[in-house]
């Protein structure tokens, strides 16, 4: 078993930057391929990112290649996600999950068995 809680949303003006945290209790991040997904109103949720197990290999969307970063933060037990350039269509609630296998298939939802309650970003133009 493995709890997520994400934080680090807000509120923010186009071109703008944030940093979210999934942190994790129970065990080891270390131990699971994590994403972050998105969901806007009225929309289904969306892959934004995901870092592999093991290999710490990097998985982007193209909507946020090259401006959201995925990595992870050992000491403590977080994947992070930084955010630059953030437009308004990147407003959504954003969550984490995690799959303690180095395969799950990252772009399926259905793969994950933990989620955080997500946190809220913002993006006013």
């Known amino acids: 078993q493995v709890q997520l809680v994400e934080s680090g949303g807000g509120l923010v003006q186009t071109g703008g930057s944030l940093r979210l945290s999934c942190a994790a209790s129970?065990?080891?991040?270390?131990?699971?391929?994590v994403v972050w997904y998105r969901q806007a109103p009225g929309k289904e949720r969306e892959f934004v990112a995901a870092?592999?197990?093991?290999?710490?290999?990097?998985f982007y969307a193209d909507s946020v290649k090259g401006r959201f970063s995925i990595s992870r933060d050992t000491a403590d037990n977080t994947v992070k996600l930084q955010m630059n350039s953030l437009k308004p269509e990147d407003t959504a609630v954003y969550s984490c999950?995690?799959?303690?296998?180095?395969?799950?298939?990252?772009?399926?939802?259905?793969?994950?068995?933990?989620w955080g309650q997500g946190t809220q970003v913002t993006v006013s133009s």
């Open positions: 870092i592999r197990r093991s290999a710490d290999t990097t």
């Open positions: 999950a995690a799959d303690d296998s180095a395969f799950t298939n990252i772009y399926s939802p259905r793969a994950f068995d933990y």
């Open positions: 129970g065990r080891s991040l270390n131990m699971f391929t």
